[in-house]
């Protein structure tokens, strides 16, 4: 289609769109990236919107950005900065021109920059006339005025002509990157199968953007990004928090039980709850609780009566858990509880990601209240830990928490899709009819009670948040008794640390500084290190899956090099939590508390200032 | 009517001795929580469910030591939530039959939420509300039914609060049972807890039961035998609302929309004049003028006061489940897995 331009290949390319949180932003990046994929190319997103649903249009803070990263090689983050903005208004460039690399391109809708938008977003004058773009591709587009011109005749209503604006800066969009729009037009036929005239409408503006940009020349040349070397297989797009609900469907299905989910809505973590909900083909059981607590009550009710119950909540949900959590570890009833963390305390930063839940999540409860602690740390990878949170859950018969963010659990990338044959097995210790049944005798191994679930004859039981006698479960208040059951709860859960793998380091055993993190930090952190360990620098990687209990190397692994710096995205919880644990290793910190992620510029900067330390 | 069922020949052969656990009872004695348990025991034998089948949820409080003293699966939780587990372990396993005990802080207090919304949903278990009115574990403060005025350790000058009707908290919530009984009378509490497990969805049976320790006396002129009989009136469907130590006394309704206590043989009031009891009637408005009787201008509404037909929760679930399944191309981990937009990498 674009045969007379000169075609430019490239290894990686980032764009972001952003507009108004109305205007639809959220869909073009997600086809933009679709098609990416289904191209072949490696990708990876980040969704950044307001809490509001609506937030005051043309307003800085009502602003919706999507940020994607796609490449021929291995990409591993949404990128730090763009090759491309598309801002719909004045206020999206205001808030993201500081996101765009020297000489990138900016595709602004010329018909919204208004003085009345200038104001509103804070401008005294047009930025346009601002001389400081002049290092920028700018490419005014008077998006809104033909858009309306394209569809003037198809005798659609004016708001749903407006609305399909977005389609015509997707078309520019896929011009100057040389993709199909195959995917897309398909998208659009699904999506409004009921109205014909708007998927015309649709695809009409979606091809009038292509053929603009390639009138306009909107580049002197158009890049491409040739497909990523990747493993072969079935792929698909995944978010982190679809990944979450899947990954513990495949645990339910693997252990042979039914998956119960008692939930609050609460963002950033409602998709988990959505998607569960919408899964009663594989016979899922969705509660929408009445609150937090009969979020977490609920499952703990289903796990006593049998089923895989999993609850899923973000920071303030976890805090209303707490309680519960803690009758789930005094009963010994297995349960998934998922935290998606998101920003500050309180209400703080909803939509914006962060790792301050880490403490709250391996202490936050009364009394010695311990449970295993795990954390996804890519969008894909959520499915694997939240199958091995289910695994744990239900092998060791104890609550599990499983720590994703809003980083991950938003943002998507192409999975290679596993086959449930190729998943570990899971064997659930439940008690059968006819065994001499004790509620607190355990195996040897994992110091596991048996499940006895209620129907099964002769195991008639009772637990509850009462102290219980070792063995016999009945009520005690006997002082040894106490020192008992509670060094039993520590030793079972440490004795986790049996069952789940090393900690692998990227890098050298004898690098001289290693950098530490964990969960939905590693995209940046493993391409600041992969970048420095190309320019021949000494530095690895250790990235934690498994927090509590740590794996059994952790200790060999922290005390080979000889600086260590702890990278998250708190005040330094996993640095305390290290120093804790290992108190002749010197962990230096970085820390960002900005609701964003790390970006791959910064980390290089301060590992560089480390490796010349003496 | 008790008798007729606790005699049937259920195939179950079970007896209330079946029910005690080992565990020894630690009510304090003469605590209206003994008379329960043996009418819950009564009950459960007769109600042709192997005993397996039983799980008996409580939250926190006096009563909800109740699973303890009970030889069938039970969980004992933690304050106010009650409901919400139990509500977890009916939609797990929708064939278990629910005994949840609750006391009035439990339930209308801490666990507020919990109550309304298990009956919102009309989950199929037996809420028994053991209603004294004061917290009796702590050793006597208030609770939300505890009578206005009430002198309690946290309130030494009186209650300044309202206290909550439990019924007309059940019945905002759309309750389509609820019952009432008083801890002594074993017969009845027996009866009730037979109807309640019959019934499918929430049933509230509501108990009135006197804390000897620091509320004794709370119920006493629905109880003391020289006034229980005017101020008593079991209600049992298709039957006239009467009672009275001579079976004089009847309900009528009055123009005001208000139920009026007459004299049968005053006025010319005959028995046919007397309100008969429609348990079914949707309808909920006689309901809460019954359960809304407080003595001594009333007499207080015992028995199955209302008991309405509706769907489960449960049953409503199981069914939608089976209708998406009936229709869904996605029968397992990998259909999902492998649906929608994917494309090969060869």
Same mark, same amino acid.
């Given at each position: 289609m674009s045969q007379k331009t000169k075609i430019i290949e490239k290894e990686e390319v980032v764009i972001r769109f952003s507009g108004d949180s109305g205007d639809g932003m959220q869909l073009t990046g997600t086809q933009f990236s679709d098609t990416s994929a289904l191209f072949g190319n490696d990708v990876a997103t980040f969704p950044d919107y307001p809490a509001e649903i609506r937030a005051p249009q043309g307003t800085v803070g009502g602003v919706s950005g999507f940020q994607l990263h796609f490449g021929h090689k291995e990409v591993n983050t949404p990128g730090d900065f763009a090759d491309v903005l598309v801002a719909m208004n004045p206020a999206a460039l205001k808030a993201n021109l500081k996101w765009v690399k020297p000489s990138g391109t900016i595709i602004i809708n010329e018909d919204s920059f208004t003085d009345r938008n200038f104001e509103?977003? !804070?401008?005294?004058?047009?930025?346009?006339?601002?001389?400081?773009?002049?290092?920028?591709?700018l490419i005014r587009a008077r998006v809104t005025s033909l858009t309306k011109e394209c569809l003037k005749d198809t005798g659609l209503d004016q708001k749903s002509i407006i609305r399909s604006k977005n389609m015509f800066t997707l078309g520019m969009v896929y011009w100057m990157f040389d993709r199909p729009l195959d995917h897309t037009e398909e998208f659009i036929e699904k999506k409004f199968k009921k109205y014909p005239l708007v998927v015309e409408g649709n695809k009409m503006v979606l091809r009038a953007g292509y053929n603009f940009a390639k009138t306009i020349e909107a580049l002197p040349y158009n890049f491409s990004v040739a497909p990523a070397k990747i493993k072969k297989g079935i792929y698909r797009n995944i978010t982190g928090n679809k990944a979450t609900a899947w990954g513990l469907i495949a645990a339910a299905e693997k252990a042979g039980l039914e998956l119960f989910c008692g939930s609050y809505p609460i963002t950033p973590?409602?998709?988990?709850?959505?998607?569960? &909900?919408?899964?009663?083909?594989?016979? $899922?059981?969705?509660?929408? &609780?009445?609150?937090?607590? &009969?979020?977490?009550?609920?499952?703990?009710?289903?796990?006593? +009566?049998?089923?895989? +119950? $999993?609850?899923?909540?973000? !920071?303030? !949900?976890?805090?209303?858990?707490?309680?519960?959590?803690?009758l789930a570890v005094m009963t010994e009833l297995p349960l998934v509880i998922v935290n998606v963390q998101r920003g500050g305390p309180s209400t703080g930063l909803p939509t914006k990601t962060e790792q301050s839940d880490l403490m709250q999540a391996i202490h936050g409860r009364s009394g010695e209240c311990p449970m295993p602690v795990i954390a996804a740390s890519t969008p894909s990878n959520c499915f694997e830990y939240a199958f091995s949170a289910g695994k744990i859950a239900l092998e060791h018969m104890t609550p599990v928490i499983l720590l994703t963010d809003g980083f991950i659990a938003n943002g998507a990338e192409p999975w290679r899709i596993p086959k449930m044959a190729d998943?570990?097995?899971?064997? $659930?210790?439940?008690? *059968?009819? !006819?065994?001499?049944?004790?509620?607190?005798?355990?195996?040897?191994?994992?110091?596991?009670? *048996?499940?006895a679930v209620p129907g099964t004859k002769g195991l008639e039981h009772r637990i509850g948040g009462l102290e219980k006698m070792d063995v016999t479960g009945t009520v005690s208040y006997v002082p040894e008794n106490h020192q008992v059951m509670t060094d039993i709860r520590s030793e079972r859960i440490r004795r986790v640390a049996n069952f789940i793998p090393d900690v692998p380091i990227k890098g050298n055993e004898d690098a001289d500084v290693l950098v530490v993190g964990w969960g939905g930090t590693y995209g940046h952190l493993t391409t600041a290190v992969r970048e420095l360990q190309a320019e021949g620098k000494s530095i690895a990687l250790a990235h934690f899956h498994y927090i509590f209990p740590l794996p059994k190397n952790t200790g060999e692994v922290l005390s080979r090099h000889k600086k260590v710096i702890v990278c998250e995205l708190n005040e330094g919880q996993f640095a305390e939590y290290l120093r804790a644990g290992f108190q002749d290793i010197k962990f230096k910190q970085y820390n960002k508390l900005q609701g964003l992620p790390f970006t791959v510029l910064e980390l290089k900067e301060r590992f560089n200032q480390l490796l010349e330390e003496k | 009517m008790t008798d007729t069922i606790l005699k049937s020949n259920s195939p179950v052969k079970l007896t209330p001795k079946d029910f005690k656990s080992d565990q020894e009872v630690r009510w304090c004695p003469g605590c209206g929580d003994h008379g329960v348990l043996n009418s819950v025991q009564k009950a459960m034998a007769a109600m042709n469910i192997p005993k397996e089948k039983f799980a008996v949820i409580s939250g926190i409080g006096c009563s909800s030591r109740f699973p303890y003293y009970m030889d069938t699966y039970g969980f004992h939780t933690i304050h106010g939530r009650a409901a919400a587990i139990a509500s977890g372990v009916k939609s797990a396993n929708p064939d278990l039959e629910i005994l949840q005990i609750s006391g009035d802080g439990d339930a209308l207090a801490i666990g507020g939420n919990h109550f309304i919304h298990a009956i919102r949903r009309n989950i199929d278990m037996t809420i028994l509300l053991f209603n004294n009115e004061i917290y009796g574990l702590t050793k006597g403060q208030y609770s939300p039914t505890s009578k206005q005025g009430m002198v309690t350790k946290t309130s030494p000058f009186g209650t300044i609060e309202q206290p909550f009707h439990p019924a007309e908290l059940a019945l905002g919530a759309q309750s389509k049972f609820y019952a009432r009984s008083i801890d002594t009378n074993i017969k009845l509490t027996t009866e009730l807890v037979l109807a309640g497990s019959k019934h499918k969805g929430t049933s509230i049976i509501e108990i009135l039961q006197n804390c000897v320790i620091y509320n004794d006396g709370a119920h006493a002129l629905i109880t003391d035998k020289e006034t229980k009989d005017d101020f008593q009136l079991t209600l049992r469907h298709g039957e006239r609302m009467i009672f009275g130590k001579n079976k004089n006394k009847g309900l009528v309704l009055g123009g005001n929309g208000k139920l009026i206590v007459v004299t049968i043989g005053e006025f010319g009031i005959t028995d046919q004049d007397i309100l008969i009891h429609d348990a079914h009637n949707p309808d909920p408005h006689m309901a809460w003028l019954l359960s809304n009787m407080t003595a001594p201008e009333y007499p207080v509404a015992l028995g199955v006061i209302r008991d309405v037909a509706a769907l489960s929760y449960e049953e409503k679930m199981v069914q939608q489940i089976k209708d998406v399944q009936a229709v869904s191309t996605i029968k397992c981990m990998d259909d999902l897995?492998?649906?929608?937009?994917?494309?090969?990498?060869?």
């Open positions: 509103k977003a !804070g401008y005294e004058s047009d930025p346009l006339d601002d001389e400081n773009l002049a290092d920028y591709n973590a409602t998709e988990i709850l959505q998607e569960l &909900a919408a899964r009663k083909d594989l016979g $899922v059981k969705t509660f929408q &609780a009445e609150d937090e607590i &009969a979020g977490i009550c609920t499952s703990i009710g289903a796990s006593f +009566a049998g089923n895989f +119950a $999993v609850t899923t909540t973000s !920071g303030p !949900g976890l805090a209303l858990k707490t309680e519960a959590a803690g998943l570990s097995s899971i064997e $659930v210790p439940i008690a *059968k009819e !006819g065994d001499n049944y004790q509620p607190y005798a355990r195996d040897k191994d994992k110091l596991a009670r *048996k499940w | 897995l492998n649906s929608g937009d994917t494309w090969e990498v060869k």
